[in-house]
């Protein structure tokens, strides 16, 4: 168990350091999203600005309780892009052949897909998350009290499970589809309009389709409503979202992981 | 002696949709889906001794890859039973794959981006291979392939046949009981072939490593293997040494003649003209009843030739023509 766990541990050091190499033989690269991924977001926050003051608070939300909410989301959006980023190319790998090489090596296929690509470029969409968050806290007077960090860091543990989980099953459907039709975008699009707006601003069906379907409510919405003390809509929720957020997250993972299972026995029973 | 590989009737089926035509077709068969089934791999069996090298041949969709992909795990048999050193790869993927060496010569493992030497380092320690044994397998691997020239190169700047080599170095670095080769040659050079050939060889001899291989190169066949396996429509049609199965496969070869000026007499009693084309001529001839040197020595004597070249057959429409009725 312990041998098996230094394997697996001395493998997962090698991809990342392997994946930063590769990174590095294209600085161009590197450069341009340094420049891109910062504007991108700080022009979200600039729109929310704009929306509420030239309009009104969104659903009772002004915008420093908005930042809050689009920095908290944005984090484990962060988060997600370094070290899962390889479940947006799961479709990819299922249609040109990179899923037979993975069965070839002795170890689990789920972590060699997932840790063999650690994106530490993704670490650029994490700064202005940061940004952005400790702008709202300091703009709505977070409470920085241990009990409130404790919180946070199991609602962003949560965030990124749900958001890695919504990626695992729709990358999955590649097995049987056998069409490289990704679904990411449409998951990007979707996640970003869930996590960057008050759900509670939504009609009754998006809200209960985001809170039980796809509980992507729970990434930032819920988290937020709590610690700013706002009415969360139509569903109150006993105990606190710091231990929703992370067991939802926990679920949604370990379902994913079993959609995952059920795609590749299909692989392997029918080819491609 | 114990195989290495043992496989008992197997069976790989697959569902085909068959489709109407045009868009009425398309509508009608999207609301009632017509499927049949098809035994890609239809009842295959044979049995392999450690440290002998088989080719395993056949033309296009005959069932070669879905062959190899069941015997490396990759997919599962309809029924029928493979072991492999003993154990099921279905059964326990991880502990079969740890002993299997695979080379794809169309896809590579190792990384595009970076010096070759850093996609070793990662397979050392996925296959948990110790740093001596590594460092003495890649002394060996090295040496036979040649890899110093090359091993701090990006991947992306080796050629072809260099990438190949730093492929099977790749396959070979956690020493496999077990080489699959699929196509490892193709596109390459003669040098790059000879140097892949000799390495396979040399592997063989010194390891006793069993090697099964895909090809459509006839002189690997002929220079590798000692042992042939031909499938044709998912069926085993010939087991045997290579010797017995070569000449069947290769009845006949073409030599094609270019005459500095028309001739009479053309005929040679070994070889029958079967076209001419102006001033060129094409023989075809049996390698048992002649040789090509006799054929063309013969030929010289009385035609004035100015060019000549022999073609070999194409394993694939061999194989095609001399198993049709199976």
Known sequence: MLASFKHYVSVASCFAKLAVQRQLEYPLFLVSWLLMIPIQYFSGIWMLKIIVDRFQPLNGWDFPELTFLYGLGLISHGILVVFFINTWHIDNMVINGGFDRLLLRPMNVFFQLVASYVNFIGLIDCIPGIVIFLYGCHIVGFDWSLANIGKLLLVLLGGVLIRAALFIALGTIAFWTKRNASMVGFALSMLERATMYPLSMYPYILQAIFTFLIPIGFISFYPAAEFLGKSNGVLELPLSFALWTPTIGIVCFLLAHWVFRMGMKKYESAGS | ?326
């Not at chain 2, 590579?108 to 010096?115: I, V």
């Not at chain 2, 036979?144 to 990438?163: A, E, H, M, Y």
């Open chain 2, 1 to 326: 002696m114990e195989a290495v590989i043992e496989v008992i009737d197997l069976v790989k089926e697959y569902t085909i949709a068959k489709k109407g035509r045009g868009l009425r077709g398309s509508l009608k068969s999207l609301l009632f889906p017509q499927k049949t089934k098809v035994n890609g791999v239809d009842g295959i069996s044979f049995s392999i001794a450690p440290g002998e090298i088989v080719g395993y041949i056949g033309p296009n969709g005959a069932g070669k890859s879905t062959t190899i992909k069941m015997l490396t795990g990759i997919l599962h048999p309809t029924s029928g039973s493979i072991k492999v050193c003993g154990i099921s790869p279905q059964a326990d993927r991880k502990a079969v794959v740890g002993k299997l060496g695979v080379v794809f010569g169309q896809r590579t493992q190792l990384y595009w981006d970076l010096r070759l030497g850093e996609s070793f380092e990662l397979l050392r320690r996925i296959y948990q291979v110790d740093k001596a044994t590594y460092e003495e397998n890649m002394a060996v691997l090295g040496d036979v392939l040649k890899l110093n020239d090359f091993i701090d190169t990006p991947v992306r700047q080796l050629s072809l046949g260099q990438r190949m080599r730093g492929d099977l170095a790749a396959a070979m670095l956690h020493s496999p009981s077990v080489l699959f080769l699929d196509e490892p040659t193709i596109g390459l050079d003669a040098d790059a072939k000879h140097a892949i050939r000799d390495f396979i060889k040399e592997m063989n001899r010194k390891m006793g490593l069993t090697v099964i291989l895909t090809t459509h190169d006839l002189d690997d066949v002929e220079q590798l293997c000692s042992r042939l396996v031909v499938v044709n429509h998912g069926k085993v049609v010939e087991d045997g040494p290579i010797d017995s199965i070569i000449g069947k496969l290769t009845p006949h070869r073409l030599l094609v003649v270019e005459l500095e000026r028309p001739c009479d007499d053309l005929s040679h009693p070994a070889a029958t003209i079967i076209k001419q084309e102006g001033l060129k001529v094409w023989y075809q001839f049996e390698k048992v009843r002649v040789t090509a040197a006799e054929l063309i020595s013969d030929l010289s004597q009385k035609l004035p030739i100015q060019d000549l070249s022999v073609k070999e057959p194409d394993i694939e429409d061999a194989i095609r023509a001399v198993y049709k009725g199976y």
